[in-house]
C-alpha cells in the first residue's frame, strides 16, 4: 500500500519541476482519491463513463500536458492546500467537459440574433458561409472591417464587462452563458466599440478566447464540414493566444559539445543525477557508489568547465542542451 | 518632475534554442554552483514565497527577484498562473521556464522579507528578464501604457474591464505576502493620456491621425492644454474617440492642465532674459502659483464640458 503525501514529498517534487509528478503514486493515490470522494451532484455528467475515465481524462487533458498539476504543487504550502486545489481542479475540469458544445450553440444563437433585427444589425460584407459573414450596425454602417487580430478582440470583450450566467453544478441542464440580452449586447456592443465590420467567426472567437471556452481536447472535423465550423476563421489565421515560446535553432551546441568533451564519464553520471535531482547528494553518492565529498569535488569539475565554455547568460541554455544531447535528442 | 530615466536594456536577442528542460536545467545549475554563491536569491530567480503567517492551508506565492535591497529585503514581482486575465501589464513568461505558462503581474510589484523565501523553483532566461525589466520600468516611471514589443495581454480599454477588478481583488490577496510597491495597480486608468491613447485603440484610429502634430506629446500627459489646445478642439477630439465623459474623464484633465499648466508670460519673460543675454537660470523654471493653475484647470475643464454639450 502507498504511503500518504507528506508536506517533504511536495518540496521533492517541486525540486523536480513537477515531471515526476505525473507519475508519482502518492500523487496518483490522492488524485484517485478526490475522484472518488467527489459528490455525485457536481460531476453527474460525466458519471456515465466511470470514476475511472474521469481520472484518466482530468489527468491528461488537464493535469499533465498543460502542467497544471506541476502548477498546483508549486502553489500548495502542504498536503491540504494541494488537495484544496485539486478538488477545486476537478470541479473545473467536470464544468470545461459539460460546456463543450457551448461555442457550438452560441455560435447558432449569434446567427439568429444578427438575422432576426435588421433595424439593429445588416449585413456588410455576404458570404456563402454564415462565419464568414461580415456584420455592422444598422443604424451606423462601418466602412471598415476588423483587423484579425486577436488581443485586440479580447480586449473589447474584457471592455464591454458581460454578465455571464454561473453553472450550478447540481442542475440539469447547462447553462446558456449568456442570457438573450447579454448576448444581444454582446453583439451590438462590440460592433460599436470598434466601429468596425465583424464576422460571425470574429464574435464567437472573442466570446471563445476571453472566457476559455474553447474545449482543451477537440478533435478538428474534416475540412468539408468546415462551411459553418464555430472556429474556422482562427483555422485561416486568426492570431491565437499561444504561449510565446523559444525558437527551435540550437546555437549552443557547440559549447553543449565542448562541455561533454571536457567531461570525464563520471563527472557525465553526476551531471545526469543533478540534472534529474538537483539537491540530493547523498542519493548521488549512493546511485554512483562513491563518496559525497567525490561528488562535491566533481560538481566543482563541472562547473569549472561550465564556465570554461559558456558565458554565464548562456549557461542554462547550455546545460539543457548539453543533457539533451547525453540523451540522445540533440535538436 | 524628475526626467525618466533612460531605459538600459541588458539583453535583447533571443537565445536561439530553449525548451522545457529549462527549468531542469536552472536548478541543476544552480545546485552545480550552490557552494560557491551561497544561498541568497539573485534577481532573475523563481522562488516561492510563504505568507507572512502562514499556515499549511496557505497556497504559496510565485514570484519573480528583481533586486536584492539588502540583506533583509528583496523586490519581487508576482506570478500567476490565470494567463486568461492578463492585461498590457503583464508579461507572458514562456511555458518552459517553470513547466506551465504564467504572467509576470509587474503592477503588483512590492517587496518581502528574505526570510519568506521559501524554495528555489528556477530562473528566468536572460531575454525574457530583459523584457521583465523594461515592462517594470516603464511602470516604475508610471507610463501609462506599456512599450510596444513586449508579450502582454490585452489591453484594458474600458473601466468595466473586470480584470482591473481581478486586478485590484490580487493586490488585497497580496498584501498577505507583500508591502505593494503600487498604492492603487490601477493607477494608469488616472492619466489623462492613457485614456486617450486607450479609446483610440478602441476604435482602431491611431490618435496620430486625430491631433495636430504639435499636439503628439498629449498622450504622455506632457502637453499644456490650457496653453496649446483650445477646449472646444479637445471637445471634438473627445467625442471622435467615443470618450464619455465622466469623473475619472473630469479628474484626469483637471489634474493635468494642473500639473502642465505653465503661462505665456513666463515663457516670454525667460526668452526676453535670453535675449538681453542673461545667464538662463539653471534651476528648472518655477510653476505658476497652485491658486493660478487650479483656477486654469477649473476654467479649462468647464470649457470642455460646455464644447461637449454644444456638440
Known amino acids: 500500500m502507498t504511503s500518504a503525501l507528506t508536506d517533504d514529498d511536495l518540496r521533492r517534487l517541486r525540486r523536480s519541476g513537477g515531471a515526476a509528478a505525473c507519475n ?3 500523487i496518483l493515490t490522492m488524485l484517485r482519491e478526490i475522484v472518488e470522494r467527489c459528490p455525485d451532484e457536481k460531476i453527474h455528467w460525466l458519471l ?34 494541494l488537495r484544496a486545489l485539486a478538488a477545486k481542479d476537478l470541479q473545473q475540469y467536470a464544468d470545461e467537459q459539460r460546456r463543450s458544445e457551448l461555442p457550438r450553440r452560441l455560435f447558432r444563437r449569434l446567427d439568429k440574433l444578427l438575422r432576426a433585427n435588421p433595424q439593429r444589425f445588416q449585413v456588410m460584407i455576404l458570404s456563402d458561409k454564415p462565419g464568414s459573414t461580415y456584420w455592422t450596425l444598422a443604424g451606423r454602417p462601418a466602412s471598415a472591417i476588423f483587423s484579425e487580430r ?31 440580452a447579454e448576448l444581444e449586447r454582446y453583439a451590438f456592443g462590440m460592433l460599436e466599440r470598434t466601429a468596425r465590420g465583424l464576422s460571425l467567426d470574429q464574435l464567437l472567437l472573442g466570446l471563445v478566447q476571453t472566457f476559455g471556452l474553447k474545449p482543451s481536447f477537440q478533435e478538428l472535423p474534416e475540412e468539408d464540414l468546415l462551411n459553418d465550423h464555430p472556429f474556422e476563421s482562427e483555422r485561416q489565421g486568426i492570431e491565437t493566444h499561444d504561449p510565446p515560446e523559444f525558437p527551435g535553432n540550437d546555437a549552443t551546441l557547440p559549447a553543449a559539445r565542448a562541455l561533454i568533451d571536457s567531461l570525464t564519464a563520471r563527472q557525465t553520471d553526476v551531471l545526469r543525477c543533478i540534472y534529474a535531482e538537483p539537491d540530493n547528494q547523498r542519493e548521488i553518492a549512493t546511485q554512483l557508489g562513491c563518496s559525497q565529498a567525490t561528488i562535491s569535488t566533481e560538481k566543482n569539475a563541472i562547473g569549472i568547465a561550465l564556465n570554461a565554455c559558456a558565458a554565464p547568460d548562456e549557461q542554462v541554455e547550455v546545460l539543457a542542451t548539453t543533457i539533451r544531447h547525453l540523451n540522445g535528442t540533440p535538436q | 518632475m524628475n526626467e525618466p530615466t533612460p ?32 544561498t541568497i ?4 530567480e523563481i522562488w516561492t514565497i510563504l505568507a507572512e503567517h502562514a499556515t499549511e492551508e496557505d497556497q504559496l506565492l510565485l514570484a519573480v527577484i528583481t533586486a536584492p535591497l539588502n540583506g533583509e529585503t528583496v523586490a519581487i514581482i508576482p506570478l500567476a498562473s490565470e494567463s486568461l486575465y492578463a ?21 503588483l510589484a512590492g517587496t518581502v522579507a528574505s526570510a519568506q523565501l521559501d524554495q528555489r523553483l528556477s530562473s528566468l532566461p536572460p531575454h525574457v528578464m530583459g523584457e521583465l525589466e523594461e515592462l517594470a520600468h516603464a511602470a516604475e516611471q508610471g507610463a501609462s501604457i506599456p512599450p510596444a514589443h513586449l508579450s502582454v495581454g490585452p489591453w484594458v480599454l474600458s473601466e468595466a474591464d473586470q480584470r482591473l477588478q481581478i486586478r485590484a481583488a490580487t493586490a488585497q490577496v497580496l498584501r498577505r505576502y507583500m508591502n505593494p510597491a503600487y498604492q492603487d495597480p490601477s493607477r494608469e486608468w488616472l492619466s489623462f493620456g492613457s485614456i486617450l491613447l486607450r479609446h483610440s485603440r478602441a476604435i482602431g484610429v491611431e490618435l496620430d491621425t486625430l491631433i495636430e ?16 489646445v483650445p477646449a472646444r478642439k479637445l471637445a471634438a477630439l473627445l467625442q471622435k474617440l467615443q470618450v464619455k465623459w465622466n469623473e475619472r474623464v473630469r479628474d484626469s484633465l483637471y489634474k493635468l492642465v494642473l500639473d502642465r499648466y505653465n503661462p505665456t ?6 526668452a526676453l532674459a535670453r535675449r538681453q543675454g542673461k545667464r538662463t537660470p539653471k534651476a528648472k523654471r518655477s510653476k505658476a502659483p497652485l491658486e493660478r493653475r487650479e483656477r486654469a484647470a477649473e476654467e479649462y475643464v468647464t470649457a470642455v464640458e460646455n464644447g461637449l454639450s454644444e456638440q
Open chain 2, 7 to 38: 531605459y538600459q536594456p541588458r539583453s535583447r536577442e533571443r537565445p536561439t534554442e530553449l525548451d522545457a528542460t529549462w527549468r531542469a536545467a536552472s536548478n541543476a545549475h544552480y545546485a552545480l554552483f550552490a557552494e560557491t554563491r551561497g
Open chain 1, 150 to 180: 486577436e488581443q485586440e478582440l479580447r480586449a473589447h470583450v474584457f471592455g464591454l464587462a458581460l454578465n455571464t450566467l454561473t453553472e450550478t453544478p447540481g442542475a440539469g441542464k447547462q447553462t446558456q452563458f449568456l442570457s438573450a
Open chain 1, 24 to 26: 508519482d503514486q502518492k
Open chain 2, 41 to 44: 536569491a539573485v534577481p532573475g
Open chain 2, 213 to 228: 502634430p504639435e499636439w503628439a506629446r498629449i498622450a504622455h500627459d506632457e502637453l499644456d492644454l490650457f496653453e496649446r
Open chain 2, 87 to 107: 492585461t498590457e501589464w503583464d508579461l507572458a513568461i514562456p511555458s518552459a521556464v517553470l513547466g506551465y505558462e504564467v504572467i509576470a503581474q509587474v503592477k
Open chain 1, 48 to 81: 456515465g463513463d466511470g470514476r475511472d475515465e474521469i481520472l484518466a481524462g482530468w489527468l491528461e487533458r488537464r493535469l499533465i500536458a498543460p502542467g497544471r498539476l506541476a502548477a498546483m504543487i508549486d502553489k500548495a504550502n502542504g498536503v491540504r492546500a
Open chain 2, 265 to 270: 508670460e513666463a515663457l516670454q519673460g525667460s
